[in-house]
T-cell receptor
């Protein structure tokens, strides 16, 4: 069964450092998302990406965040200068087309120290 | 902005019991998803529905669009059903999901 894969599964980084979280969506999917879940809280939308550009972003997704799909397969989330409050589980998701099932990766647990 | 509420927040039941988890939302939607999150954190999609009812094995999901309410039922519950069950809704004109806070289900053998 096709799946969304995320790497790394866990990353520890020092405050102020840049991190890149990687995702490989399902190959024939067209819409890509990043969500995050702070420990003990609900999952929150960060950004959606379609046709090689951001289609929507939340208030959380400020100038410190960026996304890229550099090679047609990987989908990355970069945090330029991490803060303690960026510590969370980050999920990548993809869907094939509008109003179809969402597939999630296993998540990357980011810990900022 | 859609407000998604789930109840109960926590549910403990004996193996074999019939389980119901409820979800309500405040603004009309194009689809509702039921998701399962295991202790390791990964999220698995169980159902996507926009009307009526869907069944997969021991799981049944229903939605009432007029009342803005959905339920997830588990028949003959088993300890391996223990997980957090999350309701998430998709609006019109965009594809992002808005999540509920989840229901933590524990099934005791």
């Amino acid at each position: 069964e096709p799946e969304v894969t995320q790497t790394p599964s866990h990353q520890v980084t020092q405050m102020g450092q840049e991190v890149i979280l990687r995702c490989v969506p399902i190959s024939n999917h067209l819409y890509f998302y990043w969500y995050r879940q702070i420990l003990g809280q609900k999952v929150e939308f960060l950004v959606s990406f379609y046709n090689n550009e951001i289609s929507e972003k939340s208030e959380i997704f400020d100038d410190q965040f960026s996304v890229e799909r550099p090679d047609g397969s990987n989908f990355t989330l970069k945090i330029r200068s991490t803060k303690l409050e960026d510590s969370a589980m980050y999920f990548c998701a993809s869907i094939r087309s509008r109003n179809t099932e969402a597939f999630f990766g296993q998540g990357t647990r980011l810990t900022v120290v | 902005k859609n407000e998604v509420e789930q109840s109960p927040q926590n549910l403990t039941a004996q193996e074999g019991e019939f389980i119901t988890i409820n979800c309500s939302y405040s603004v009309g939607i194009s689809a509702l998803h039921w998701l399962q999150q295991h202790p390791g954190g990964g999220i698995v999609s169980l159902f996507m529905l926009s009307s009526g009812k869907k069944k997969h094995g021991r799981l049944i999901a229903t939605i009432n669009i007029q009342e803005k309410h959905s339920s997830l039922h588990i028949t003959a519950s088993h300890p391996r059903d223990s997980a957090v069950y999350i309701c998430a809704v998709r609006g019109f004109g965009n594809e992002k999901l808005t999540f509920g806070t989840g229901t933590r289900l524990t099934i005791i053998p």
